[in-house]
């Protein structure tokens, strides 16, 4: 382990250190964009060319859900910022408390995700063979967690759904691969940053990070606002594509 | 700095005591070494391995094709054999060969760093790469694959009855290795250069491989999510790309090519490198237009992630598209062309010697001018609807691949083999095996273009009995140029333990790598060097010993701090 | 064939002199690049050869008037060679108006043909020559390429859309054709022989052993087995639009734009109704997806097509009239 401002073999000053790390952060985001980029696209195009099926697909999300999980992750951000700015000025004291609470907020994400997937699994929402779209119209009891007038909404949504493309639940199934494929990947990046933050929180605590040396917690905070720039990308996309009128 | 003069000439040279081969012994030594020299030759064996793997197939289609009935493999056994066969060499081993093997030994000594800029990055991308190599030998052995290495769909997802899924997962997999190697050659270009090494000094080989790098981190990525969503189409029955489900196959191709274009870049573009490195070297003269020839490098980088669609001009796409893409394909064969015309001006006024990598320049320089400009035939609309999926095609990304990457590399690893292990390689045996590819690669490849422009499509295990005359020319052509693939591996390898000992500056040449030990200490130099010199430049470097005519500058002044 | 050693296919259809020409003209531009180069360096490398070991070259590092000249003169001659080839593209991608239409269908691992009069034929094509020729291909599974190197023309055939092809014969003969994109296990025998004949001969041929229905029949028969006959009615008094003069007119939907009624459209309106709505009309076709085969959808489109010249009904016509009153 390396001690407070420990400089690696390869470099001659600890400012050329700093400056490698960020740039292969940044360098590493750009990667990012392009990997979030290629299923974006695919996103894109089956949602024009599919516009009525991903409508109801997004129309059985809970923008409740949802749109809390955004504020979790804009305030995760915000404290992320916290602890970045408690390392560059010198408060040490705060950094692990910052830092605690960055986890903790995605700890939450993670809680409202799990809430949003077991519900997917549950109203046979899942891609595969048992994928249904009209699952919860058709056996209103299995989907104990929505009111009467919920499934009166989607029951109308969906006729109108069917009208304009037979083949929705099909092009449906496309809109959840989108939705699970996306949503999936973005918490995989969560839970590299959550570890990240664990392993930062631990140094931290040691007192490791001062204003001259807290290159890791700048890095680990740019990889945190990206993963929640990806959300911000997300959640109208997934979300808001056409809500109920 | 303190080493000073070390042609050949001296007597009886010594290996340096210490150096990064036996700074520490044991398989743990080398397993977790952060040495990026060490991490270059762990490459060096493994794209080796994966290189012969590719062969073996390669030889298996020559062979099977001798007849036009086909009288050695089976349909499926043959589709499978050019599969792995292209899978093998263009995502295992010509991907990786330049970059992760001699950019990684080279960059940081020709930068003036102690190593890349992510040591345990670079160790972590070698890893990667095996166990993207293990899946995807685990789908060779068990049930092979047989999509062709462009996994269309839906044939690869839905139809293939092949061991599709591992094989995909492993060249996901690889492509990170090849993201971080990337990653880590840029940061490092910014970074970690020595004092006075500008970006105007660095060798031609370092621009090369900094435009190779963009290409990666750019268009990885791309292959990586569209490979993972077509292995879950593949496990799971996701669609995007089934149009039984309402997917687009088509989409596919624009997300494969999106980076599969580029990777032809990733392949050739460091090659170029190492033979604007041969050139001057040999011809001992700075390259002409040094400043055009970085600026290409970087040009052919960015032109080439907007050409992919030209894969796909007989798909049904739009004409316009068609016409927008055929242009900027022959926009992206300007650069090409003033290298080529560059390297050629260099050797004018020169002092040119034929030492083995020179030579492969030379092949270099003939086989990708064929390649080069048989790609326009290609990128011309009117040609490619008669010439499109031909062997018209197969022979000229050969010409390219083969005959250009795989050239450059041979050529490189000739060059800076004394500078890998501190001995020389046997010249005449040497010079006789550069001269034997030239000719089997020509005489495999050559008439594959005429077949194809006679119209037999690739990836045929059966052919109409009027294209056997040149299918049998081909094979003669592929056994020759077997042995002039195995006699390299042969003496280099012998030569690393029992060649002569080089010294520091064999040939000489001008580079910071050439001022450090052969082999150099783990830590590449003993102090950090300054640079005062250009990139290229003999007459002001004294300290390769020679003749410069009457030169004001002739004082010691440079070289020195 | 011809010499043992041949180097051109041979040339018979409209495209093959075009492309040869056009082949040709690249070939000898580079040539003479190719000859250049090799010569220069060759020359070079013999008159700057190291005469003594320490020898090194001369000062010269660059020259930006010769980089301007190589850079913009090559480009020159390659815009000429895109503006050319995109000349001979363009026309290879637009069908010209009445053409013989064949259907082709391409299935792992076999090309099913069928002419316009109905005869079908499994991996042989015949056709007549100097007519202008129209295959239009659908594929049942992977993406498959129909090509024929005579006439210097292929195309894809992709799953779940119409890509189509056009030449013109110039040449009596037989003709290999091949598939040319990998497909799978016998790719390399998915293929067989155009035969190009005299017209009078290709009347013969179609009118002998007439033991196959022409698809527009076969359609006819469809159109009415699936039921399709209940509402779209030729007077135009059905639920739904009447189809006599659609094929090939403009259709006004409810939306309001107009789409040309070709073979995708109908494709689509058979598979997924809802897509695009007639204007003037509900949205209560059901879809056919999985009731009918590519083969049939070509057989109902045949039989569209047969009632092009059928009179339009005044009220009631599926296509659009010629001024577009909106109702």
Request: net charge neutral; proline share 5%.
């Given at each position: 382990m390396h001690r407070t401002g420990a400089l690696y073999g390869q470099f001659n000053t600890l400012e050329q250190q700093k400056d490698t790390a960020s740039l292969g952060m940044w360098i590493f985001l750009v990667t990012e964009v392009m990997f979030f980029g290629g299923i974006m696209l695919a996103y894109t195009i089956n949602r024009h060319t599919y516009f009525h099926a991903f409508a109801m697909g997004s129309n059985t999300l809970s923008i409740q859900l949802g749109g809390f999980n955004t504020v979790v992750l804009l305030a995760s951000s915000f404290t992320m910022a916290m602890a970045?700015?408690?390392?560059?000025?010198?408060?040490?004291?705060?950094?692990?408390?910052?830092?605690?609470?960055?986890i903790l907020l995605g700890f939450v994400f993670f809680g409202v995700k799990y809430i949003e997937y077991a519900q997917k699994f549950h109203h046979h929402l899942v891609p595969g063979r048992n994928f249904d779209i009209t699952y919860c119209v058709n056996?209103?009891?299995?989907?104990?967690?929505?009111?009467?007038?919920?499934?009166?909404?989607?029951?109308?949504?969906?006729?109108?759904?069917?009208?304009?493309?037979?083949?929705?639940?099909?092009?449906?199934?496309?809109?959840?691969s989108a939705y699970f494929g996306m949503t999936g990947l973005h918490a995989l990046h969560m839970v590299i940053g959550a570890g990240l933050l664990l392993w930062l929180l631990r140094n931290s605590l040691s007192g490791m990070y001062t204003p001259e040396w807290n290159t890791p917690v700048d890095i680990v905070g740019l990889y945190w606002h990206f993963v929640d720039i990806v959300w911000i990308y997300l959640f109208p996309l997934l979300y808001l594509i056409d809500r109920h009128k | 700095m303190s080493t000073v003069s070390t042609t050949n000439t001296g007597p009886a040279l010594k290996l340096p005591e210490k150096h990064y081969l036996n700074a520490t012994y044991g398989i743990r030594s080398w397993l977790l070494t952060t040495d990026h020299k060490r991490i270059a030759l762990l490459y060096l064996a493994s794209v080796t391995f994966f290189f012969f793997i590719g062969g073996f197939f390669a030889m298996m289609i020559r062979l099977h094709l001798l007849t036009p009935s086909g009288y050695l493999l089976s349909a499926d056994t043959y589709n499978r054999m050019f599969t792995m066969h292209g899978v093998a060499m263009i995502f295992f081993f010509l991907i990786p060969s330049i970059p992760a093997v001699l950019g990684n030994f080279l960059i940081p000594l020709m930068i003036g760093a102690k190593?890349?800029?992510?040591?345990?990055?670079?160790?972590?991308?070698?890893?990667?790469?095996?166990?993207?190599?293990?899946?995807?030998?685990?789908?060779?052995?068990?049930?092979?694959?047989?999509?062709?290495?462009?996994?269309?769909?839906?044939?690869?997802?839905?139809?293939?009855?092949?061991?599709?899924?591992?094989?995909?997962?492993?060249?996901?997999?690889?492509?990170?290795?090849?993201?971080?190697?990337?990653?880590?050659?840029?940061?490092?270009?910014?970074?970690?250069?020595?004092p006075g090494m500008t970006w105007f000094r660095l060798p031609l080989f370092v621009w090369a491989h900094y435009a190779t790098s963009v290409v990666m981190i750019l268009g990885t990525p791309v292959i990586a999510i569209t490979l993972g969503l077509a292995a879950m189409e593949r496990l799971f029955g996701l669609g995007f790309f089934n149009p039984a489900m309402g997917g687009d196959p088509i989409l596919f191709q624009h997300l494969f090519w999106f980076y599969s274009h580029p990777a032809v870049y990733i392949m050739i573009l460091p090659s170029m490198g190492v033979i604007s490195e041969l050139i001057p070297t040999f011809a001992r003269k700075k390259l002409f237009g040094y400043h055009?020839?970085?600026?290409?490098?970087?040009?052919?980088?960015?032109?080439?992630?907007?050409?992919?669609?030209?894969?796909?001009?007989?798909?049904?796409?739009?004409?316009?598209?068609?016409?927008?893409?055929?242009?900027?394909?022959?926009?992206?064969?300007?650069?090409?062309?003033?290298?080529?015309?560059?390297?050629?001006?260099?050797?004018?006024?020169?002092?040119?010697?034929?030492?083995?990598?020179?030579?492969?320049?030379?092949?270099?320089?003939?086989?990708?001018?064929?390649?080069?400009?048989?790609?326009?035939?290609?990128?011309?609309?009117?040609?490619?609807?008669?010439?499109?999926?031909?062997?018209?095609?197969?022979?000229?990304?050969?010409?390219?691949?083969?005959?250009?990457?795989?050239?450059?590399?041979?050529?490189?690893?000739?060059f800076w083999w004394p500078k890998i292990t501190g001995r020389m390689y046997p010249e005449w045996l040497a010079r006789i095996a550069a001269l034997v590819l030239f000719v089997g690669f020509n005489l495999t490849f050559f008439p594959q273009f005429v077949i194809g422009y006679l119209g037999m499509p690739r990836r045929y295990h059966v052919y109409p009995p009027e294209f056997q005359v040149y299918n049998v020319m081909s094979t003669a052509g592929a056994s020759i140029l077997a042995i002039g693939y195995l006699l390299p591996m042969v003496y280099l390898t012998w030569a690393a333990f029992y060649g002569k000992v080089a010294g520091n500056n064999p040939w000489p040449a001008t580079g910071l790598e050439w001022t450090t030990p052969s082999p150099p200490p783990t830590e590449n130099f003993e102090v950090t060097p300054v640079v005062t010199w250009e990139a290229y430049d003999f007459h002001n470097r004294p300290d390769l010993g020679l003749d410069v005519p009457g030169h004001p500058e002739i004082t010691p002044a440079h070289g020195h701090d | 064939?011809?010499?043992?050693?041949?180097?051109?296919?041979?040339?018979?259809?409209?495209?093959?002199?075009?492309?040869?020409?056009?082949?040709?003209?690249?070939?000898?531009?580079?040539?003479?690049?190719?000859?250049?180069?090799?010569?220069?360096?060759?020359?070079?490398?013999?008159?700057?050869?190291?005469?003594?070991?320490?020898?090194?070259?001369?000062?010269?590092?660059?020259?930006?008037?010769?980089?301007?000249?190589?850079?913009?003169?090559?480009?020159?001659?390659?815009?000429?060679?895109?503006?050319?080839?995109?000349?001979?593209?363009?026309?290879?991608?637009?069908?010209?108006?009445?053409?013989?239409?064949?259907?082709?269908?391409?299935?792992?691992?076999?090309?099913k043909l069928q002419q316009p009069n109905g005869k079908r034929e499994i991996n042989e094509l015949h056709i007549p020559l100097n007519r202008d020729i129209k295959l239009i291909m659908g594929s049942e599974d992977v993406i498959h390429n129909f090509y024929v190197p005579a006439f210097?023309?292929?195309?894809?055939?992709?799953?779940?859309?119409?890509?189509?092809?056009?030449?013109?014969?110039?040449?009596?003969?037989?003709?290999?054709?091949?598939?040319?994109?990998?497909?799978?296990?016998?790719?390399?025998?998915?293929?067989?022989?155009?035969?190009?004949?005299?017209?009078?001969?290709?009347?013969?041929?179609?009118?002998?052993?007439?033991?196959?229905?022409?698809?527009?029949?076969?359609?006819?028969?469809?159109?009415?087995?699936?039921?399709?006959?209940?509402?779209?009615?030729?007077?135009?008094?059905?639920?739904?639009?009447?189809?006599?003069?659609?094929?090939?007119?403009?259709?006004?939907?409810?939306?309001?734009?107009?789409?040309?009624?070709?073979?995708?459209?109908?494709?689509?309106?058979?598979?997924?109704?809802?897509?695009?709505?007639?204007?003037?009309?509900?949205?209560?076709?059901?879809?056919?997806?999985?009731?009918?085969?590519?083969?049939?959808?070509?057989?109902?489109?045949?039989?569209?097509?047969?009632?092009?010249?059928?009179?339009?009904?005044?009220?009631?016509?599926?296509?659009?009239?010629?001024?577009?009153?909106?109702?």
């Open positions: 970045v700015w408690s390392a560059q000025s010198g408060k040490k004291k705060l950094i692990p408390m910052f830092l605690t609470l960055t056996n209103p009891s299995k989907c104990e967690d929505m009111s009467a007038e919920e499934l009166d909404i989607e029951r109308r949504e969906l006729a109108d759904a069917m009208e304009a493309d037979p083949h929705l639940n099909a092009h449906a199934q496309l809109y959840y | 190593d890349l800029a992510f040591p345990k990055i670079n160790l972590l991308s070698w890893y990667i790469y095996v166990v993207g190599g293990a899946f995807t030998l685990y789908s060779m052995v068990t049930g092979g694959l047989d999509t062709g290495w462009t996994f269309y769909t839906p044939l690869s997802t839905v139809y293939s009855n092949s061991a599709v899924a591992p094989a995909v997962v492993g060249v996901f997999i690889t492509g990170f290795s090849s993201i971080l190697t990337g990653l880590n050659f840029l940061v490092t270009v910014h970074t970690m250069r020595a055009f020839v970085a600026a290409a490098s970087l040009a052919i980088a960015v032109i080439g992630f907007l050409v992919w669609t030209h894969h796909m001009f007989l798909t049904g796409q739009s004409t316009y598209a068609a016409l927008a893409f055929s242009f900027l394909t022959f926009l992206v064969a300007i650069p090409s062309a003033v290298k080529v015309f560059n390297w050629t001006a260099t050797l004018f006024g020169g002092s040119i010697s034929f030492d083995t990598p020179m030579l492969y320049a030379f092949g270099f320089l003939g086989l990708f001018l064929i390649g080069g400009l048989t790609g326009l035939f290609l990128g011309c609309l009117g040609v490619d609807m008669h010439v499109h999926d031909t062997y018209f095609v197969v022979a000229h990304f050969h010409y390219i691949m083969v005959g250009g990457a795989v050239m450059g590399y041979l050529g490189g690893l000739h | 064939m011809q010499s043992p050693l041949p180097f051109f296919p041979e040339q018979a259809s409209n495209f093959a002199g075009h492309v040869d020409a056009l082949f040709l003209f690249i070939l000898l531009t580079c040539l003479f690049f190719a000859v250049l180069v090799t010569v220069l360096a060759t020359y070079a490398a013999f008159k700057y050869r190291r005469t003594s070991p320490g020898e090194v070259g001369s000062l010269g590092e660059g020259n930006t008037l010769l980089e301007i000249g190589w850079t913009v003169i090559p480009l020159g001659i390659a815009l000429v060679m895109f503006a050319w080839g995109a000349v001979v593209y363009v026309n290879f991608r637009t069908p010209p108006k009445d053409t013989l239409d064949i259907y082709v269908v391409g299935k792992q691992w076999m090309w210097r023309a292929k195309m894809d055939v992709v799953p779940g859309r119409y890509n189509t092809l056009w030449f013109r014969p110039t040449k009596i003969g037989k003709y290999h054709f091949f598939c040319s994109q990998y497909c799978g296990t016998n790719h390399a025998v998915m293929g067989g022989w155009v035969t190009v004949m005299d017209p009078a001969e290709y009347a013969a041929w179609l009118s002998d052993e007439a033991g196959d229905v022409n698809p527009a029949s076969a359609g006819e028969k469809l159109f009415t087995q699936l039921a399709c006959n209940t509402c779209h009615l030729g007077n135009g008094t059905g639920r739904a639009p009447s189809l006599n003069g659609v094929y090939g007119g403009k259709v006004l939907l409810a939306d309001g734009t107009t789409v040309t009624a070709d073979d995708a459209y109908i494709r689509e309106s058979i598979l997924q109704p809802k897509a695009k709505i007639v204007a003037g009309y509900q949205p209560v076709m059901p879809t056919f997806q999985g009731l009918v085969t590519e083969e049939q959808i070509l057989n109902l489109t045949a039989y569209i097509k047969s009632l092009q010249s059928q009179p339009v009904p005044a009220k009631g016509a599926g296509v659009a009239p010629a001024t577009t009153g909106k109702k």
